[in-house]
């Protein structure tokens, strides 16, 4: 009989998720698993993974997200103190849809994308299971919570609270299920295989020396196939409509010599009009294959995409970031902090002007990202996800 690997992806609404995790899949049938996606957005699912032999479940989510929220999270038990982690009630309800789904379809193995409460039902019905993502979803292992940006003496107390709230409210469900308790919120994550698809340069959280990096999840090789003459030179932006400076960016564009690509899905009537005004500037709102133009690509503008910022690290592109929530925010202070990205927001002193022609000309950035580039020349995505495959085989030994 088959091995049954299941891939569950319960937070985050980025199309990101289910492209990082195509590879995978297309990996694990071809070792003749049967592979099933429980996934958030089913839309998403389809969209990316309608030619493979794979099964599709909805993910069980808390209801109670609708509701009242926190204005700001401070931290990772912040998040899933907002999506269903806030009483033992509510949790439980979520762990209970996990594992009746569990139970029904019997999973020999759970991976694991931003998945918290997939991860805590294997531990309630004795699954293997193992992490499979970017750092932001796999907190270390400290005693407390670690916070993404410094703040008063009274938010941190509040932070501490809910961190608290979180691990009680955790023990609670185990406890229900006959399991031993946690002393702390890593205690979730310690008895899973981790594979981290990052590096330490963009990894959300700082870590042990030790760590074990697999790299970032290739997400850019499908979609439309941009015409591009030979030796030309363009910048490519991958954007949301959401963007803040989307606007003031597409009159600077206007302004360049050099061609710029935009993908912008779902941009407003208007917006499109205007870009389509300009004689430099060309609109696509499918995806595109990014990979096939990367190398052609002189500078990368995005919303600090975890999978786009890998990419351009590797290809040592420089990278103009507009993030718009936390996620992307953390990765764009990392990145900008070490001098590999320029982040721009709103609030930003540097104008969108001065950005673009320091991104495009400053040798300073170059060097920086070309040693980069050169400290990751060994690299190669298909051993990364090859190494990862062995590895889910020997779990189901």
């Known amino acids: 009989m088959k091995k049954h690997v299941v891939i569950a992806w319960e937070l985050g609404a980025a199309l990101g998720h289910v492209m990082g995790f195509r590879a995978l899949a297309i990996g694990l049938l071809a070792q003749n698993m049967k592979v099933s996606i429980v996934g958030r957005n089913l839309a998403s699912v389809q969209q990316v993974l309608s030619d493979l032999d794979v099964t599709f479940y909805q993910s069980p989510i808390s209801l109670s997200e609708r509701r009242e929220r926190l204005k700001a999270t401070f931290s990772y038990s912040d998040i899933i103190h907002d999506l269903g982690y806030e009483s033992d009630q509510s949790l439980l309800g979520l762990t209970k849809g996990w594992s009746n789904l569990f139970e029904l379809i019997k999973p020999d193995l759970v991976i694991c994308d931003h998945s918290p409460t997939a991860l805590l039902v294997c531990k309630c019905l004795d699954i293997q299971s193992c992490t499979f993502?970017?750092?932001?979803?796999?907190?270390?292992?400290?005693?407390?919570?670690?916070?993404?940006?410094?703040?008063?003496?009274?938010?941190?107390?509040?932070?501490?609270?809910?961190?608290?709230?979180?691990?009680?409210?955790?023990?609670?469900?185990?406890?229900?299920?006959?399991?031993?308790?946690?002393?702390?919120?890593?205690?979730?994550?310690?008895?899973?295989?981790?594979?981290?698809?990052?590096?330490?340069?963009?990894?959300?959280?700082?870590?042990?020396?030790?760590?074990?990096?697999?790299?970032p999840r290739n997400t850019i090789n499908t979609g439309i196939t941009v015409p591009l003459k030979p030796s030309q030179k363009v910048i490519f932006a991958y954007l949301q409509p959401r963007t803040q400076l989307l606007v003031p960016l597409i009159k600077s564009l206007a302004k360049l010599s050099i061609k710029s690509v935009l993908f912008i899905p779902k941009a407003p009537a208007e917006l499109a009009s205007s870009i389509q005004e300009s004689t430099n500037i060309e609109l696509y709102d499918r995806p595109v294959n990014i990979s096939k133009i990367f190398e052609q690509t002189a500078l990368l503008i995005n919303n600090a995409s975890h999978g786009l910022v890998g990419e351009a690290i590797l290809h040592g592109k420089p990278n103009l970031l507009l993030p718009y929530q936390l996620e992307q925010n953390i990765l764009a202070r990392?990145?900008?902090?070490?001098?590999?990205?320029?982040?721009?927001?709103?609030?930003?002193?540097?104008?969108?002007?001065?950005?673009?022609h320091f991104a495009l000309n400053n040798k300073d950035l170059a060097d920086r990202l070309n040693r980069v580039k050169q400290k990751y020349s060994h690299y190669r995505h298909e051993e990364a996800i090859a190494s990862i495959l062995d590895q889910c085989s020997r779990l189901l030994k």
Do not use: W
């Open 133 to 215: 993502g970017n750092g932001f979803f796999l907190p270390p292992d400290t005693k407390g919570p670690v916070l993404f940006q410094q703040t008063d003496a009274i938010t941190t107390q509040d932070v501490n609270q809910r961190y608290l709230t979180v691990v009680e409210n955790i023990n609670l469900v185990l406890k229900a299920y006959g399991r031993n308790s946690i002393n702390v919120l890593y205690d979730l994550f310690r008895d899973s295989t981790h594979f981290l698809c990052t590096f330490s340069e963009i990894d959300h959280y700082q870590r042990s020396g030790d760590s074990e990096y697999y790299g």
């Open 334 to 356: 990392k990145t900008s902090s070490q001098k590999l990205s320029i982040a721009l927001n709103a609030d930003s002193k540097i104008d969108i002007d001065s950005a673009i």
